[in-house]
């Protein structure tokens, strides 16, 4: 039996995933900005006021990147 584990990055491990800045993933999920990017995986609401990403979908997103980037 093989057993997978969900991980969630919150903000400050999403930040050091990507090594960009916080402001940056803010304008990518928020659509009134120029930098809105729809491809940017949604967060997922972890509380009254927590939010984080599912690791395995912030994965698949650099490898999209990547792919596309070349």
Same mark, same amino acid.
């Given at each position: 039996? +093989?057993? +997978?584990?969900?991980? =969630?990055?919150?903000?400050? !491990?999403?930040?050091?995933? #990507?090594?960009? !800045?916080?402001? %940056?993933?803010? /304008? $990518?999920?928020?659509?009134? @900005?120029?930098?809105? /990017?729809? %491809?940017?995986?949604? *967060? ?5 006021? +927590?939010?984080? $990403? #599912?690791?395995?979908? =912030? /994965? *698949? $997103? =650099?490898? *999209?990147? !990547? =792919? @596309? +980037?070349?």
């Amino acid at each position: 039996m +093989s057993s +997978s584990t969900v991980k =969630i990055l919150r903000m400050p !491990a999403l930040v050091k995933k #990507l090594g960009i !800045a916080r402001s %940056t993933i803010y /304008d $990518w999920i928020n659509p009134k @900005s120029p930098r809105y /990017d729809e %491809t940017f995986p949604k *967060q997922c609401r972890l509380g009254n006021q +927590s939010v984080g $990403w #599912l690791e395995s979908e =912030i /994965d *698949q $997103w =650099i490898l *999209q990147r !990547a =792919i @596309s +980037s070349l």
